[in-house]
């Protein structure tokens, strides 16, 4: 009569063991605020990196100009326009540059840090 009740102390230990090793279930990472200023349907720029400081550029549609001291930039495009990416060219120790920039929260880059560049133009587009 000591088996059963060491055989079922047995499963028990091991029934335990398997619950302490297992996989605890991720949370769903949070949400990435929208960046402060910038309106769902619009690519902005800020004169502080990860979208601080000033708000210099806030532009719905295409838009050409110059706007210095741009440290970070977001592109709040909405994707269900069919325009929700946007091409951005600006300058920068004596270049010219032009990247694509994917509505955010991505895939794909939608935001950066960048070094002090003046932003030229902006232009929307379907698909980068």
Not at 44 to 68: F, H, I, K, N, P
Not at 69 to 94: E, F, P, Q
Not at 96 to 117: E, H, L, N, Q
Request: proline share 8%.
């Amino acid at each position: 009569m000591r088996t059963r009740p060491t055989a079922l102390l047995a499963v028990s230990v091991a029934f335990a063991g398997v619950v302490a090793t297992a996989p605890v279930a991720a949370a769903a990472p949070a949400p990435e605020p929208a960046p402060p200023g910038c309106a769902k349907g619009y690519v902005c720029a800020y004169s502080g990196e990860r979208q601080t400081g000033r708000l210099l550029l806030m532009a719905r549609g295409d838009w050409s100009g110059a706007v210095s001291g741009v440290r970070s930039i977001v592109n709040n495009g909405d994707k269900r326009t069919g325009a929700g990416h946007v091409r951005l060219t600006w300058r920068y120790n004596g270049g010219t540059w032009t990247d694509c920039f994917t509505p955010r929260p991505g895939p794909g880059m939608y935001k950066a840090d960048v070094d002090s560049i003046t932003v030229t133009r902006a232009v929307w587009r379907g698909t980068c």
